[in-house]
């Protein structure tokens, strides 16, 4: 799962192995098989679904092919019932990105990398109800305002 970062001691830094669980409270969650790889990977999914992943914390096979346009359950194209992603995923540092960089982060997966077959245990937890507190407030505005210059200040 990770080294002992020099920065901070209680982060775990460095390739994740999904035979050793994230421990999360009392969940366990493992990282997924990122390559596009049919069957185990993501080469299930589309480029937009990786993207919606990556904007809105999405699971990409639980989320339709489909433009989404709100970040309210049932608007905008956006689920009635969200899935999110586990907490490990960091989408939140992603979600600020441009469109053109998360489309180019979806291209890459889907076609950049050589395709792995490797099948990883599943998440045993958490339930969705954690994503409740990744809010506008939590999270901040999307898009997120413009840093001002020094000299706009």
């Known amino acids: 799962m990770g080294v002992p970062s020099p920065l901070d001691p209680g982060f775990l830094a460095g390739i994740a192995d999904s035979a050793t669980p994230f421990q999360i409270g009392p969940f366990k969650t493992r990282p997924r098989n990122l390559t596009p790889e049919n069957t185990t990977g993501l080469g299930r999914f589309s480029e937009r679904q990786i993207f919606n992943s ?11 092919d489909v433009e989404i346009t709100s970040t ?3 608007q905008g194209n956006f ?7 586990a907490p490990p995923m960091p989408w939140i540092a992603f979600r600020h990105m441009s469109d ?15 395709p792995v077959n490797h099948r990883v245990l599943d998440s045993e937890g958490p339930p969705d109800f ?9 999270m901040g505005p999307y898009p997120a305002p413009k840093y001002p ?5």
Not at 100 to 113: H, T
Not at 149 to 153: C, I, K, P, S, Y
């Open 72 to 74: 309210t359950p049932g």
């Open 79 to 85: 689920p009635v019932r969200p899935r999110y992603l």
């Open 130 to 138: 954690w994503a409740s507190t990744y809010d506008a407030k939590a």
């Open 100 to 114: 053109e960089q998360l489309y180019a982060i979806a291209a890459y997966l889907k076609n950049g990398l050589k």
């Open 54 to 64: 990556l904007r809105y914390g999405l699971r990409p096979g639980e989320t339709p």
């Open 149 to 153: 210059a020094a000299a706009e200040r």
